[in-house]
């Protein structure tokens, strides 16, 4: 079937190569919500197969939808669509399942504070509701989103910090897109400026993957961090992946491409999925030291503020993984039983 220019740029098919779709595992994705009928991605939608509070944490729309410009629908296709009925493939990891919720904005009157993303992030770690359980927790948050530059450093410590060191502690991969504020020093986005860790928060900028040198493009936003620090914890982003001319899903049937670091940065969670699927055991901190060190670098020799460590790549990333954990083979299992439709009640 036909695969978008990004996923191979990457390295993306020699990983599908091995077998890996991402198949059973989980990614949670904050954003302006979804059109779960979107043919691309109507499968992977775990609301088929669970009760619906299980897969949608609600804030704008109790039942799931998408805002103007369908940039959620968009961001969910990059990360793991595929349309069976065409082949079509436009994600990275089709064989996955996600879960969404609906916090951010298309408007400047309807943006939240920063404190309300919070119960998005709380909500990943017991999605089910049931303490005891931990299979329900996403291997991976993909966050296309952010607000603007930061002019001070105090939330660097805060609880926007201590959130994302407890999602590192839970073993989620968080991955953050770097903004759209270019080409400047310095316009890492809130909360994506913190920097808790190398890998933590991991900010992704954009390229141009259609073009075979790669060029980053003049919006994504550059480093270093306002937050400080010395070395590779002041640089900022963390990678960069294809980000322009990005084609994905949109509304309830159609396709678009879209451009900006936003579509960079689902190609890195749909990366972690694949790589979740042979490394199990592996932490989401890990899979993406992984890919921060196994990066093709780019620009200046060495990590910088424009690149960060440069292009992902899946299959050195998968390497680098093997030398710890012994790959585990893919699941060969038959289709899942799904909810195809409800009759009744309308």
Known sequence: GQSEPGIK????NLVWDKGLSGKNRNSNLNGTGVWPDQPGIDDQF??????LDRAWFAYDSETPTDKTGDHGTH?????????????D??????????????????????VKPLTDF??????????????????????????????????????????????FSAVQAAGIACVFSA??????????????????????????????????????????????????????IEIKPEVVAPGVNVRSAVGHDQ??????TSMASPHVTGVVL?????????TGQEILMALYNSAQDLGETGEDNLYGKGMINALNAFNELAQTYTPTPPDSTGLDIAITSIDQPN
């Open 9 to 12: 740029t990457r390295g993306g």
């Open 46 to 51: 775990l609301a088929n197969y669970f009760p």
């Open 75 to 87: 961001t969910i296709g990059t990360t793991l669509g595929l349309d069976e009925n065409t082949n």
């Open 89 to 110: 493939t436009i994600g990275v990891a089709f064989g996955a399942y996600y879960i969404a919720s609906d916090p951010v904005a298309t408007s400047l009157a309807t």
């Open 118 to 163: 919070m119960y998005a992030f709380e909500w990943a770690f017991d999605p089910d509701g049931d303490s005891t359980t931990n299979w329900d927790i996403p291997d991976v948050i993909n966050n296309s989103w952010g607000y603007e530059v930061p002019t001070n450093d105090e939330l660097c410590e805060s609880y926007a910090s201590e959130m």
């Open 179 to 232: 903004g759209n504020d270019g080409p400047g020093p310095m316009t890492i986005g809130i909360p994506h400026h913190i920097n808790t860790g190398l890998v933590n928060s991991f900010t992704v900028g954009a390229v141009n993957a259609h073009q075979t040198d790669l060029p980053l493009a003049n919006f994504s936003s550059r480093g270093p961090t306002i937050c400080g620090g010395t070395g590779s």
């Open 255 to 260: 396709y678009e491409n879209y451009q900006g």
């Open 274 to 282: 694949l790589l979740k699927e042979a490394f199990p055991n592996a």
